[in-house]
């Protein structure tokens, strides 16, 4: 079947570190998406891909960083820079711009 | 500034009884509004797409509806399985791939 898939499901990471959240899909969709999620805020938009090797920041990029060198795959790196990192993400994918998003299942990551 | 705004935060509902979730929005030129079930810790999962006011979409017990600045889920008859957050979104940005999303109607289905 195809999906999203993000792992970890749960990730823990001590202050000064960076940390990899994986982001694969297999919908053969052109744009990719990673948001973040917080208690009583909507979701708001870190990265965005619509074609490989290419990117844009979102409302809130500062201390992530991402890359997309294939259409699968769109890892997000959350940097020790990210002075809130604590918080659940979701990776998102579209087939064209009018299209509804697929979103993985998420990754909630603490830091502790 | 393009936003988007949900009402109620939250509601509970006994199982049978119907009611609506609104979604208003001040995006301008709008190019679909969309319309999403999250479940706790879970991804969004999506529902609807409505594109121009008047156009009404319906899955099961849901069907949503579009006006010229507001969108309306209406839940007929509810289950508990109902129960959910129901998330609305609109492009924005210039770009109708990059979605700005509502913080969410926060449903409970009680039998």
């Known amino acids: 079947d195809g999906g999203i898939t993000q792992s970890p499901k749960y990730l823990f990471r001590k202050e000064g570190q960076n940390v990899t959240l994986s982001c694969e899909q297999n919908?053969?969709?052109?744009?990719m998406y990673w948001y973040r999620q917080d208690p009583g805020q909507g979701l708001r938009l870190i990265y965005y891909?619509?074609?490989?090797?290419?990117?844009q920041k979102g409302d809130i990029a500062e201390g992530y960083s991402v890359s997309r060198e294939k259409k699968e795959s769109f890892p997000l790196t959350v940097t020790s820079a990210q002075k809130n990192p604590t918080a659940f993400y979701l990776c998102?994918?579209?087939?064209?711009?009018?299209?509804?998003?697929?979103f993985g299942s998420g990754t909630r990551l603490t830091v502790v | 500034e393009d936003q988007v705004t949900q009402s109620p935060e939250a509601l509970r509902l006994q199982e049978g009884e119907s009611s609506s979730l609104n979604c208003s929005y001040t995006?301008?030129?709008?190019?679909?509004l969309f319309w999403y079930r999250q479940d706790p810790g879970k991804g969004p999962e999506f529902l609807f797409t409505?594109?121009?006011a008047g156009e009404e979409k319906e899955k099961e017990r849901l069907k949503a509806t579009l006006t010229k600045k507001e969108s309306f889920l209406h839940i007929t008859a509810p289950k508990p399985e109902d129960s959910a957050t129901y998330l609305c979104?609109?492009?924005?940005?210039?770009?109708?791939?990059?979605?700005?999303f509502g913080t969410g109607t926060l449903l409970a289905v009680q039998p």
């Open positions: 998102a994918s579209s087939r064209t711009a009018n299209y509804g998003y697929t």
């Open positions: 919908l053969n969709h052109d744009a």
């Open positions: 891909s619509q074609i490989v090797n290419d990117f």
């Open positions: 995006v301008s030129g709008l190019r679909g």
């Open positions: 409505l594109y121009s």
């Open positions: 979104a609109v492009p924005w940005g210039g770009a109708t791939n990059k979605l700005i």
